[in-house]
């Protein structure tokens, strides 16, 4: 099943907290262990045309940080976002480049011409 399947499916059940059930073994760390199909399918959300999914996708990562799980991994798939239209996504992605860009210094270095050119499209709009 695709992430993006997997996502329309959670939304009619998900647990209390909003995260999916998964029918993970609790002591298994949970839906955000160090299972890497779990982070293929957030990468898969996060290269989505659809901004719900990103979303979704940045909103579980950066609870993953909060819990003090390493995301890492997902940084190259994150950072490409910066380009997003949506600004929650953008915010998320900018909250998880101040975490893991000194981490990734030669990637971190990348991105910044990503973000002048969305801050350049973003100001440019405004003026009109």
Do not use: W
């Not at 991994?73 to 380009?83: E, G, H, M, R, T």
Request: proline content about 2%; overall charge neutral.
């Amino acid at each position: 099943m695709s992430a993006v399947q997997a996502y329309n499916e959670e939304k009619g059940g998900s647990s209390s907290l909003g995260e999916p059930e998964y029918g993970h073994d609790p002591a298994s760390g949970g839906i955000f262990s160090s299972d890497y199909k779990r982070h293929d399918d957030l990468k898969e959300m996060l290269d989505s045309n659809k901004d719900s999914l990103k979303l979704e996708a940045m909103k579980r990562i950066v609870a993953m940080i909060a819990r003090g799980k390493n995301a890492s991994d997902l940084f190259p798939a994150v950072v490409k976002n910066v380009a997003c239209k949506n600004i929650e996504v953008k915010k998320l992605v900018y909250v998880y480049l101040v975490r893991y860009a000194e981490e990734q210094q030669d990637l971190a270095l990348l991105s910044i011409s990503t973000f002048q050119r969305g801050l350049k499209i973003h100001y440019s709009s405004r003026e009109r």
